[in-house]
Nanobody
Framework: QVQLVESGGGLVQTGGSLRLSCAVS????????MGWFRQVPGKDREFVAT????????QYANSVKGRFTISRDNAKNTVYLQMNSLKPEDTAVYYC?????????????????WGQGTQVTVSS
């Protein structure tokens, strides 16, 4: 069983920064593609970023490109999401997800494991 635990969410002003972390346990972390998604009440969960197993390939949603950076430390079994220049529209619950696969994946339904989520609130 794979367990994912997010941390690092909170309240920040517009233009501020936060770094989310997702600690993964249970299986070989380096065998998993990792992704970040987010969801606001009343809307579907949306893709934010994904990173390949070795960390050499990443992909971002257009809405966060140039502001967010996904990275991973396979020695620490942790994936990160550095969020800069935050906007009120970035307010959401952020989830990390893991998929036992190669490449990168942007489709929510394809991921195998999910964390419980961490709230990010950006005030205007």
């Amino acid at each position: 069983q794979v367990q994912l635990v997010e941390s690092g969410g909170g309240l920040v002003q517009t233009g501020g920064s936060l770094r989310l972390s997702c600690a993964v346990s249970g299986r070989t972390f380096s065998s998993y593609v990792m992704g970040w998604f987010r969801q606001v009440p009343g809307k579907d969960r949306e893709f934010v970023a994904t990173i390949a197993r070795s960390g050499d390939i990443t992909q971002y949603a257009n809405s966060v490109k140039g502001r967010f950076t996904i990275s991973r430390d396979n020695a620490k079994n942790t994936v990160y999401l550095q969020m800069n220049s935050l906007k009120p529209e970035d307010t959401a619950v952020y989830y990390c997800a893991a998929k036992y696969a190669v490449g990168i994946w942007t489709i929510e339904a394809r991921y195998d494991y999910w964390g419980q989520g961490t709230q990010v609130t950006v005030s205007s």
